[in-house]
């Protein structure tokens, strides 16, 4: 018996060995004299799509450009596909001719070009006609990150190469920094009004975490909850915006006289710092703040148990991500009025396609690219099959006029998209579940759609809420922000200054995030005065005046650039 | 096979009874044998304990798996399932299935184990034979060259490189020649066949007119059967949660990813933040790319570590005659 | 007659090179048997010790190995000139001999008490049950920790609200807690996989040695000590020995998995520094240079417990 399986397994081993030797793959010529074009397009497998070949995108691409689509699968995960990547072009194998959803971050694409591993798109950037399609899209963004936009498409050596084709999503829900939740039920039930500063905040998370407000006689309720970076779900952000001007990604701001300063050595920031440390120590802010930055931790506390009670008080985080879609426990909720600074970030501006230098017909790739930024490209990516339900689609063109979910009385918006049906999270083959290599407009998103025929209370309580959630934030960023010339613009350093500071600037960064972490968990003492001289004294030792230095050596460049 | 068979039941039942017609030590006996019983008694019941703390805090994380598997979806978003099922549901499971990717994925890592294995195997005893011998001339340098080379290991891109060349890439073999020889286990059954096996047996062979060949397939390997099943399973259980070389050596032949790839590609496609929002620039894997859901996760978990374990239980039962690694010799 | 078929009236001297032929053809199927292997050896071992040199070069791979700039050990000065070096030496160092220490022991203990015991049928269940945490690949772990572990809903969690106390800290991230949640869940996947081999010394220990001991009157726990540990002693320094041959490799896909920005203090290793860093940050010759680094104190390492274990034991023990 056991050497009939020995010899069975023998056999079936040698056969799949020839089986699997049989087939190499050999990349198909996209020389245009002998058929179609073809080409390779190399992205990280989403596990969202059931067939990339057989699926509504590709063909609606094949059809539009005439070429021939192959897809080459990375990894999924970022550090895989990296390496992956890595490995290839370490033993020089041939890349695809397009890569698809790569974010390998700017220093390393950078450096990838500069090799020669990715195309210069600069020429056809700067071809108005070969690039006409994505200058007239590209315009119609919002103005105030054009500017940043371009500036960032920009190679950093200042030799005016653009190695990476741009994604950019406009949404204004989505570029909000935070967004904000409180659960008004609570609010009822307690008695309490809405709060309207840090200490009536206080007052509401103390309340919520001793009296009981979701009736089931336990202590459970979680009073502020949030992300560490999630969409629209950057806590911190929130909270240290309340005391003093801070951009995330900027570091610095500007006083007076022109000069910058840190606010990461303000008193403001301190005392935000306690704030932070005094919500944590009493137990009034979940500790996933620091560490949680997936959607779906969120839901898990947002979302009650079947029969079971709401746990969540105040919750910072993007809407669809916060809550499972047609939750009725979204009804509860309220916008929470902001009193701090507001932040809109280009979140959702991404630089992760690129042409590589197998690429043979670098004219077709452009083209290619160009089919992809068009409008009706760029909304089949995000929503999938273009058609009615009994077409078998998900989203139309709505016509001139149609009233969107984000029209007030006092702001009528006109919406360009009738949604159906959202298949974003679902398993499909209408699209790549990966918007790329595209321009989305504000206008085109999700909360720009027309209002649906049928209306739920749920839908249309979320999309109050989207509108409140605006409102606020735009009318602080009226109100109460710095004015524009206290507001530092996004720095780009140029090679030079890279080279002398970049590792400086690096290390403040960490330093300064490691204190943020070890004071707001308490490993440090943020009441401490040594404790905090001791911060600063790390920040001089790391090379703080290094960084402030050619910080302040570009803005005045860019000051100089934009005035002159 | 049965004298060991029935040593190892003597040794566990071990009698306390000893034939001797001294009456004074009849009396030092009885009083020895009431300590024994004491000591003995205490000693069980620690053991007992340890091994049922044990139990409970392996089986637990098993069961919660499986159960998590099963439960409905929103009972494990909101935390509900604690040990047992929460509305018992197969979906996650129906989903699994029909993911063709899944079944693929299925069919290349019974390849490579199967194969790998086998390969594995043949290379490590060849290996390890030559070198038992003590009176094998060439012993002292081909050991030193197995040493060495367990030693000093160049790192992945070198490896990359050598493959390369050699018309590995995209290509199976590439796989299957990655760890095809372990050295640590090499060493292992090199100690078995040294020490455990009776050099009289060999002699004797020798006499009869047997080569070595024949030596060691006739005498060696059955008589080794623990430690082969051992290392066995150590080699199946590498191949199949191996990903990594199948991830850097196959990136353009999509149709021999192993399972633990997509099972991978599934479960960290969320937890993974990109570069640029480190940098603080950018949500590139927030907005734009969608995540799967836990459930789905659950259902993969099990089905990619259900078979593995069906295995162990099979091979499992030449343990029982025992590994005989360096042990003394009566 | 001699070997060479001559009868021994006449004393042939042999040469050297003579003797040395005669013996491979005597043992000529063995060294036939060791063709395979070292073809490997040499092909997939050595050879690419060749390529080691990049790091000692700027690798680009448009230049090729032999092309590319020779740099010497400027990789080694970058890497001791950053700040974080020490730091991340020292997690590896620390977290490896806290995985020996912790790690070590228990299969032993484990192997022991199964042996101890006399119940066969929860033996049997313990064995067969202990290793299946072994299988569980690593992600599915890290996946494990982050639920049982989750101040909201995971078992702990629960532990508390039973006790009453609804604010529960989350011990998954924290850096004081990294360490022990990194080596104790090793410990857990692993502890029943190490015991097979424990055990099965055990079982093979000589029955006349211990019938010698229970002669001499010894109870069972002094049998253990004094015949069962002794035993199998050779068996556990071989493990030891190729355990420190790792010290250096704490592994970097469970340690990344579970990194975040409130630990990495104490949790960034070599290995996910070469991993970040060098390979999946495109710098190929800077990830190898380290990885070379990593590798050489593995082996000195190793062949310094391999002469303690052989010193200690009179070469009894001992890999090589």
Redesign the interface.
Known sequence: MKRIIALLLCVVSVMSLFAACGGKAEKTSNKGSDGPVTLTIGIPKSSMVSDYYNNYYTQWLEEKTGYKLEFQFFATGAQDYKTQLSTMIAGNRTLPDILLGFDLGTDLYERYGRDGVFVDLAPYFNDEEASAIWWERFRLTDEYSQENNWRRMQAADGSGAIYAFPELQDSMIDIMDYQVWINQAWLDKLGLPMPTNPDELYDVLVAFKTKDPNGNGLPDEIPLTGTSGALSGQTMSWLINMFIYWDRNIHFNVDESGKLYSPYRADEYREALKYVRKLIKEGLLASQVLTSSSANEMKQLVTPAEGGAQLAGVVCGHLTLCFVQDDPGILNYEALPMWGNCIFHENTHNFTTFVTRDCQNVDAAWNLLMTMTTEESAVIQRYGKQGTPEEGGTWTWAPEGTESIMSTAEKPHSAQIRLYKDTWSTIGNDNWRNVEATILLNAEGEGNQAVPEEETEVRQHKYDLFNQALANYNKQIAEHNPKDELICPLLVWSAEYKEEGKAAADDCKTIVSRYRTDFCLGTKDINDDKAWSEYLAELDAKGFDMWLFYSQATYDETMAAKNG | MSNIDE??I???N?S?E?AAPVAPVKRM?KA?KI??TR??KV??GI??A???F??I??????I??CS?SISSA??L????V?LWPVEPTLSAYK?VLS???VLLGYKNTL?YT??GT?FQMF?QI??A???S?RN???RSV??????V??????????????K?S?GL?????AVL?SG??GS?NV??LR?NFRN?IPGELFDAAAIDGA???QC?VKIALPLSK?TLS?ITLYAI?GH??SYMTA??YL??????WPL???????????????????????????????????Q??YAL?VI??VP??AV??VV?KY?KT????????? | MNANGMTLNQPVKLTRNQKFWLRVRRNWILHLMMALPMFYYVLFEALPLYGLQIAFRDYSAADGIFDSAWIGLKHYIEFFSDWEWKNIVSNTVAISFYQICAGFPIPIILALVIHINQKKFLKKLTQNVAYIPHFISVIVMVGMLNQIFHPQFGVLAAIYHELGIYTVPDIRYMDTTFRHLYVWSGVWQNMGWSTIIYVAALTGVSHELHEAAKIDGASRWKRVLSVDLPAIMPTISIMLIMRFGSIMSVGYEKVYLMQKSTNIEVSEVISTYVYKVGIAGGRQSFGTAIGLLNSAINSAMVILVNKIAGWLTDGEAGLF
């Open positions: 040593i190892q003597e040794a566990e071990p306390n000893i006996r020895n300590q024994d000591g003995d000693l069980e053991t007992t340890i091994l049922v044990l139990l805090i392996v089986a637990y994380p098993v919660y798996v998590a929103g009972a978003t909101s935390g509900r604690v989903v993911m063709d990717d390849f199967v194969v086998i290379m060849i290996c034979y030559p070198i011998k094998f001339q060439g081909y050991t030193k060259v197995i040493v080379t367990m030693l000093v290991s160049a790192g992945m891109i070198p490896m990359y490189l050598v390369q050699l890439i995209d290509n199976v073999w020649v095809l020889i640590s060493f292992i100690t455990s080569n070595e060949f060691l623990a051992v259980v199949w949660n991830m850097i990136p353009a032949r999509q149709d021999l633990q790839l997509f099972l991978r590609n599934l479960l960290i496609s969320s937890s993974n933040i990109g570069a640029s929002a480190q940098e603080g620039g950018g949500n590139a894997n927030a907005s734009n790319v969608a995540e799967a859901t836990e789905l996760r978990i990619s570590t593995i374990l162990y239980g499992q343990f025992g590994v005989m690694v360096g042990s003394v010799k009566g």
